[in-house]
């Protein structure tokens, strides 16, 4: 095999490497009401089956549909959580609503819009219900008992927390929340918001994947912003007790991006580094202890394509997705684009009506046009040049 180190990575090979690194999966139950976002661990089963009972869909009157066009004698009512408890003979009716479960001997709620009442003598006035259940959500219409309703490895989407609830749970197995360590290096980084010197810079990386992350379940560890020092970078790397150790900067070949020899001193093995991406060429990945460790390059538009790429799927990966890769799409060019060269290139677009544009500039420290990017269009290895209306896969941006 071809060493990992000496060459650019395939992309599609970055990620199963990355994958393989995660350690087996934690396992926890919580309440559905903490469970939002987050991956079940367990198929889950309906414990019960919705409706429990046939219930009306409307407020109106149970009625035999054999007894149309009535008149009925109104006998009693049915309310949601309170039923009727008699029985429906021919030529009765009982008053209902919403929800409320239809009375034996009933078979069909007529909308009160098309009733006239008058003491208990029940009229039609209007169409009535045109056929024999009209009105009528029947037992089981959602889903029966022992019915599978959510797999493993799907996302508790608001939804299906709703329908795992009205099963029957109240809780759900799930992957352990990740904890992320989040570091930024650079001599040349100060906080946002502090006074800026002429060779300085605001740190944004940080607060950027704080950012990307913020939909995951994920605890974050703030561990600052280092120095370009080895032995400073070092010690912080040694103390971390995290699951995923995400640094930023310092990942390229200069005499100061110190981050993969710090790494190592503090015992990391690096798995692979330098993938066949633009932008984010220098990523490297590895272990460090228990922990995985994603470096990303410091370049702004790097760091937010590496997180998008790398960071935020490992999450889902360790979290218990089933599917933790981004989605793209297709959509049509609305202005040519270049061949390619030798790495998969992710380049910041705008999708105005469903067309197209890459920006002009693709620099990897231009934030104002990764910020005004809607999507980014991946351009396989070596793809020819496109010409105006050709198909391009896209990744849409939040
Ligand atoms: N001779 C070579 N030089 C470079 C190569 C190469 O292959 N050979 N690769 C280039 C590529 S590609 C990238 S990407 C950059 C990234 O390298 P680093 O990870 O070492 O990034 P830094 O040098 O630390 O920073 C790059 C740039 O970004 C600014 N920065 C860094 N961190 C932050 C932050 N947290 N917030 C805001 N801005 C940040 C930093 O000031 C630099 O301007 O290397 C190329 N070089
Ligand atoms: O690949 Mo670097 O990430 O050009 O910006």
């Not at 560890?221 to 971390?240: M, S, W």
């Not at 490297?284 to 590496?306: E, Q």
């Not at 089933?322 to 380049?347: I, K, M, S």
């Amino acid at each position: 095999m071809a060493d990992p180190m000496a060459a650019l990575l395939p992309l599609s090979d970055a990620w199963s490497r990355l994958f393989a690194l995660a350690p087996p999966p934690a396992i926890e139950r919580v309440s559905l009401i903490d469970a939002a976002g987050r991956w079940t661990a367990d198929d889950v089963r309906a414990l019960r089956t919705q409706p429990s009972a046939d219930l009306s869909a409307m407020d109106g009157y149970a009625i035999r549909f054999a007894d149309l066009p009535g008149p009925w004698r109104v006998i009693g009512e049915s309310a949601a959580g309170r039923g009727f408890a008699g029985a429906v003979n021919p030529g009765e009716a009982v008053r209902i609503f919403t929800g409320a479960p239809l009375p034996p001997g009933t078979d069909t709620v007529m909308v009160q819009e098309e009733a006239a009442r008058d003491g208990d003598v029940l009229r039609l006035d209007g169409e009535g219900p045109a056929m024999h259940g009209r009105n009528v959500r029947r037992r089981g219409l959602d889903f029966s008992e022992s019915d599978w309703l959510v797999r493993s490895g799907e996302r508790l989407t608001p939804a299906r927390l709703a329908l795992i609830g009205a099963a029957g749970h109240g809780s759900v197995a799930v992957h352990r929340k990740v904890r992320v360590a989040i570091v930024a290096t650079g001599d040349e980084l100060v906080a946002p918001g502090a006074p800026v010197g002429a060779t300085q810079l605001p740190e944004t990386n940080r607060l950027m994947l704080a950012a990307q992350l913020a939909d995951l379940p994920v605890t974050l560890v703030d561990l600052g912003i280092l120095p370009d020092r080895r032995d400073a970078l070092e010690a912080a790397f040694r103390a971390v007790d995290a699951d995923l150790l995400v640094t930023s900067g310092g990942a390229s070949v200069g005499d100061h991006d110190l981050v993969r020899p710090a790494l190592e001193a503090a015992g990391a093995v690096i798995d692979f580094w330098k993938i066949a991406l633009r932008p984010g060429k220098p990523v490297m990945a590895g272990r460090l202890g228990g922990a995985v460790v994603l470096g990303l390059p410091g370049n702004p538009v790097s760091a937010f394509v590496t997180t998008l790429l790398f960071v935020r799927p490992l999450i889902a990966h360790l979290a218990g997705a089933a599917d933790p890769l981004p989605r793209t799409r297709t959509a049509t060019l609305a202005e040519p684009l270049g061949a390619n060269g030798e790495r998969t290139d992710y380049l910041r677009a705008e999708l105005h009506d469903g067309r197209v544009t890459a920006s002009t500039l693709q620099d990897s420290a231009m934030l104002r046009t990764l910020a005004r990017a809607t999507c980014l269009i991946v351009r396989e290895p070596h793809a020819p040049a496109a010409h105006a209306g050709d198909s391009v896969e896209i990744l849409d941006l939040a």
